[in-house]
C-alpha cells in the first residue's frame, strides 16, 4: 500500500527500528524489494537517485507507485540526493512522498536557504523532506567527493538546521561513506549521540552497504530511523546478469531477470532483518 513517508518514520521510531531504502532503476529491482518486503512483512522505501529518474522519467515513477498501491506492506516512493529544484519539482508533480533536498556542497547559510525553499515546496506537495548537514565521501553514482571535502555533522549546528528549514528527517555525516567501506568502517557514536539528543526529527544514515551488523544496531539505539542501500543492490544485479551471460547458449531474456530479480530479492530480505524492520506489519 501507498504510505506517507511520515507514517513510516513514525512507525519505526515507535518500534525501535529502522526503514531500508533501497535504491532502484527497473521494474527488476522494484519487484525484488516489494516481494522481499512482503515475504518479511516490513514497511519499504523505493529510492530513486536523480539519476535513475532522469533516465526512468514519470514512467519509472509511476512504475514505482503502481507497485507501492498494490503492496501489501507500506510502501513509500523517495527522491535521493537532490540538488537540482527542477528535478524535485518534477518528482514531487509525479507523485513522490518523500525527497532528500541536497544542499551538503553548499556553505551553511546557503545550504540553509537552499533547504528552507525546497521544503516550502514539497510540503506543499505533502511530502517529507530528508536534507543532509556534513558531506560524505565516497562515490555513488557518478557521484564522488573527495576525501578533503568530507566534513562530520555538527550537532549544535544540526539542531539550528532542522529549527529553521522545518525538515523532517536529517541525513548526517559520522564517518559513514558511499558505496564500499574501503577500510574497516570507524563511526563517531558519541557524535550521533549528541545529535539524537539535540535534534528531534528521526535521523538517517547514507552508506549502509557494508556496515557490521553492530554498528547498525548501534545506529538504531541512537536515533537512525532510515538506511540508504544501493552499492549491494547494484551489485547483486551486475553478479546475477554475468553469471547468466557466461552460461553456455544462448540465454532467455525473462529467465536473466528473475536471475536478477532473485539476487537482489535476498540483498534486501538480509538487510531488513538487520535493520529490525522483520514482522513489524500485521
Same mark, same amino acid.
Given at each position: 500500500?501507498?504510505?506517507?513517508?511520515? @507514517?513510516?518514520?513514525?512507525?519505526?521510531v515507535?518500534?525501535?527500528?529502522?526503514?531500508? %531504502?533501497?535504491?532502484?532503476?527497473?521494474?527488476?529491482? $522494484?519487484?525484488?524489494?516489494?516481494?522481499a518486503?512482503? $515475504?518479511?512483512?516490513?514497511?519499504?522505501?523505493?529510492?530513486?537517485?536523480?539519476g535513475?529518474?532522469?533516465?526512468?522519467?514519470?514512467?519509472?515513477v @509511476?512504475?514505482?507507485?503502481?507497485?507501492? /498501491?498494490?503492496?501489501t !506492506?507500506?510502501?513509500t516512493?523517495?527522491?535521493?540526493?537532490s540538488?537540482?529544484?527542477?528535478?524535485?519539482h518534477d518528482?514531487?508533480?509525479a507523485g513522490?512522498?518523500?525527497?532528500? !533536498?541536497?544542499?551538503?556542497?553548499?556553505?551553511?547559510?546557503?545550504?540553509?536557504?537552499?533547504?528552507? #525553499?525546497? #521544503?516550502?515546496?514539497?510540503?506543499?506537495?505533502h511530502?517529507v523532506?530528508?536534507?543532509e548537514l556534513?558531506?560524505?565521501?565516497?562515490?555513488?553514482?557518478?557521484? #564522488?567527493v573527495?576525501?578533503?571535502?568530507?566534513?562530520?555533522?555538527?550537532?549544535?549546528?544540526?539542531a539550528?538546521?532542522?529549527?529553521?528549514t522545518?525538515?523532517?528527517?536529517?541525513a548526517?555525516?559520522?564517518?559513514n561513506?558511499?558505496?564500499?567501506?574501503?577500510s574497516?568502517p570507524?563511526?563517531?557514536?558519541?557524535?550521533l549521540?549528541?545529535?539524537? /539528543?539535540?535534534?528531534?526529527?528521526?535521523?538517517?544514515?547514507?552508506? %549502509?552497504?557494508?556496515?557490521p551488523? %553492530?554498528?547498525?544496531?548501534?545506529?538504531i539505539?541512537?536515533?537512525?530511523? =532510515?538506511?540508504?542501500?544501493?552499492t549491494?543492490i547494484?551489485?547483486?544485479?551486475?553478479?546475477?546478469l554475468? $553469471?547468466?551471460?557466461?552460461?553456455?547458449?544462448?540465454?532467455?531474456?525473462l529467465?536473466?531477470?528473475?536471475?536478477?530479480e532473485?539476487?537482489?530479492q535476498?540483498?534486501?530480505?538480509? =538487510?531488513?532483518?538487520?535493520f529490525?524492520?522483520?514482522?513489524?506489519v500485521?
Amino acid at each position: 500500500m501507498l504510505t506517507s513517508t511520515t @507514517a513510516l518514520l513514525q512507525g519505526a521510531v515507535a518500534g525501535d527500528y529502522a526503514i531500508g %531504502a533501497f535504491n532502484v532503476y527497473n521494474l527488476e529491482g $522494484v519487484r525484488a524489494v516489494i516481494s522481499a518486503a512482503e $515475504v518479511h512483512r516490513s514497511p519499504v522505501m523505493l529510492q530513486l537517485h536523480p539519476g535513475a529518474l532522469q533516465h526512468g522519467g514519470v514512467g519509472l515513477v @509511476a512504475l514505482c507507485l503502481a507497485a507501492a /498501491r498494490a503492496a501489501t !506492506v507500506p510502501v513509500t516512493v523517495h527522491l535521493d540526493h537532490s540538488s537540482a529544484p527542477a528535478a524535485i519539482h518534477d518528482g514531487l508533480e509525479a507523485g513522490i512522498t518523500s525527497v532528500m !533536498v541536497d544542499g551538503s556542497h553548499l556553505a551553511y547559510e546557503d545550504n540553509l536557504a537552499f533547504t528552507q #525553499t525546497m #521544503t516550502e515546496l514539497a510540503h506543499r506537495h505533502h511530502a517529507v523532506v530528508e536534507a543532509e548537514l556534513g558531506r560524505l565521501t565516497g562515490t555513488e553514482d557518478g557521484l #564522488t567527493v573527495p576525501e578533503y571535502e568530507a566534513k562530520f555533522t555538527d550537532p549544535a549546528q544540526a539542531a539550528d538546521f532542522v529549527a529553521r528549514t522545518g525538515i523532517d528527517a536529517l541525513a548526517v555525516c559520522i564517518g559513514n561513506v558511499h558505496g564500499r567501506y574501503r577500510s574497516e568502517p570507524r563511526l563517531d557514536f558519541d557524535r550521533l549521540a549528541a545529535i539524537h /539528543r539535540l535534534v528531534s526529527v528521526p535521523l538517517v544514515l547514507h552508506g %549502509a552497504s557494508g556496515l557490521p551488523e %553492530a554498528m547498525v544496531q548501534q545506529a538504531i539505539t541512537l536515533g537512525v530511523r =532510515k538506511f540508504n542501500v544501493n552499492t549491494e543492490i547494484r551489485e547483486a544485479y551486475i553478479d546475477a546478469l554475468r $553469471v547468466g551471460l557466461q552460461a553456455p547458449g544462448t540465454p532467455d531474456v525473462l529467465d536473466l531477470m528473475g536471475q536478477a530479480e532473485k539476487a537482489m530479492q535476498h540483498v534486501v530480505a538480509t =538487510k531488513l532483518q538487520l535493520f529490525l524492520a522483520v514482522n513489524t506489519v500485521s
